[in-house]
């Protein structure tokens, strides 16, 4: 089945009651049992251990990325926290991508670290830097490409070749591309985390988080952690989840022909030195961006002449990007890392992960491609 | 500007000049914007203003200030569900090595969480009688003990914990106390010195079974130091669900005072039954927590638990007889329902435990809705008058 089939109808079946095509929005916390003796016989039973309205989000979503099963929570950064929680213990050792995301880097650092679990930070775009990394006792990899907000790539086939033979789990983090670009448990990754924020819900309207899993035996997990600690996603969210995710491949087809000509347009602006966007020839991993994914995104960054002060008047001058530093949806959102999301980070560990003074990045919309390439146009000339 | 760009930044229909809603509409917005950077850096965008919903949301917000001042505490987090907010008020005050105390009587979950995933995290824990002072005490004075979870009344047996008693000894060991205070409701306890309240918001503050959510309630040095870690986490609460909750609010106290009413005649009802060996219930005078639970709260809710003179396959079948309560978990709604103590809440511990705990195989606990208590009573009669002998 196609994946436009899969997004409209997986997952989805008519109700039995009222025929009703789209499935109801089950906001009721109990579910009566027929007797005592069968108990779960309907299989729900309380809505933080499943509800059916997001079980119906959870098999569209597996089916989506070719997996077994999935789980759905209240946020992206749940979904990585039962991840952790799920396949980490005290004494164990977890590999993570070393441009990850920052709230992954606190998840890490702030938190697990607390628990006696210890941590490498890795180059995920070498995979020998991974194997490197690996010791004994390392239980979890988890990378993300492309990686926010540095768009670096980590080869999934061979990170995942390097974790198979050595028996740990693989987690990607590919809520960049989605499954519509991008399937991680087809190139060999045991779980693919999304922040359903961003592309699957696409409208700015709904927080929430998925783990797709590519075992019965690793969703059992994540579903115990789930119920466990109740980071459930509500009824609702996953019901405008579930709509929302129709569109997805028609919404990223289009943003990403945006992106890409947007792109175009930086390259050749005087006032712009540098363009990463994983579609243009010049992008140092593109051989890897055509091979691994089928389509390159609406992610992108690019570096202003004259560092801080450039950056930030270009912000203000812009009039439809807005400023905010979501991405995913129809709304095209521009930040400025080094005065916005990352102002209060160290200049050393800014540079680290590859933030310039100049660096904006861009989450290109589903507005006319002509419109904000104009927009941009006036905002760059006000440098 | 053309169409397709339009389509994505609609036109605003500007609310007048002192033109307000009377309810907080749901914000939906994942996002919140400011016209420059400079605005979104100044102390109050810094301290009250709105970003990223998974931080923060104008709802939710509205829901936590509410529910923090009916616990008489100045600030709250809003969490996806009750459990959610356990795990919250654990994991941002614990570490590798540290030792929580937990009761035998406690709710599943709670125990699941101490007993099973804290081991996994580097942690020890305890398990005493929340009755058993000298056990406690002993606990508390272990060097490694960091926090002690408990409810009160503790569900599903209803026991009343000596709040006074246990919070004193905690202070004097600098043991952290997390009150998992659902079944009292918002209203109650907060007098006592307890660091943390954690409430299932699901039940009696939405109380129409209809969302999920759980708060942590604190002072705000406390929830400031919680919220760094409730952002990475993200176990956020759904403004759609934080509306929900916010307007069952509005008839919390009406309906609180109704379950307690209808509990405590069902209760009565209960305890002058040859079928009932023994009611659970704290409003009851009868009830050996009734003298602690008058002193320590103004009304005893609507949950209670009954042992039947009856074998476990006629204790179902009295369930199962049940027309109005409907076999299920949860509690705290319009709708009355009816649970086997010892199949739903019960499994995890050894029978040992489970007599320390007051469950047998002949427990049953109903959650008491707004039905007319008349009829309620009623439909009990019928089932009990249907277990053969």
Known sequence: MGFSTKQVHAGVVPDPVSGSILTPIYQSTTFVQESVD???????SYSRSGNPTVRALEQKLAALENGVACTCHSTGMAAEQVVFQATLSAGDHAVISDVAYGGTYRLATKIYSRFGVQFTFADSSNPDSVRKALRDNTKLIFTETPANPTLKLGDIAAISKIAKERKILHAVDNTFLTPYFQRPLELGANISVHSTTKYFDGHNATVGGAVIVDSAELDQKMRFVQNATGVIMSPFVAWLTLQGTKTLSIRLERQSANAQAIAEFLEAHPRVAQVRYPGLESFPQHALAKTQASGFGAMLWFEVEGGVKAGKKLMDSVKLCTLAENLGSVETLITHPVTMTHADVEPAERRRVGITDGLVRLSVGLEDVEDLIADLRQALDKI | MKKETRVTHPPEAKLPDGNVPVVTPVYRSVKFTYPTIEASLTRDAKEGGFDYTRDSN??????????????????????STGMAAIWLALLGNLEAGNRVVIFVESYRPNR????????KLGLDFAMVSVHDHDAIAREFADARTKLVLFEAPTNPMLQVPDLERIVTLA???????????????LHNHGRFEIDYFVHSLTKYANGHGDVMGGVVIADKKRIRAL????????????PGAAFLIARGLK???????QHSASALAIAEFLAKRKEVARVFYPGLPSDPGHALARKQMADFGGVLSFDLRASKEQTWAFIDALELFTTTSSLGSTESLAAPVQLYLGTDLTADEQARAHIKDCTVRIAIGLEHVDDLIADLDQALRKIIR
């Open chain 1, 38 to 44: 069968q108990y779960l016989s309907k299989g729900f």
């Open chain 2, 58 to 79: 104008p709802t939710t917000r509205e829901l936590e200030l509410t529910v923090a001042e009916l616990q008489d505490r100045d600030d709250a987090v809003a969490v």
């Open chain 2, 112 to 119: 699941i969480a101490v007993r099973r995933f804290l081991p």
């Open chain 2, 171 to 185: 202070k004097q060991h600098d043991v952290v106390t997390v009150l998992d205070n659902t079944f009292a409701g």
């Open chain 2, 227 to 238: 919220k760094p870690l409730a952002i990475n986490m993200g176990s956020t609460l759904d």
């Open chain 2, 251 to 257: 008839t919390y106290f009406v309906r609180f005072r």
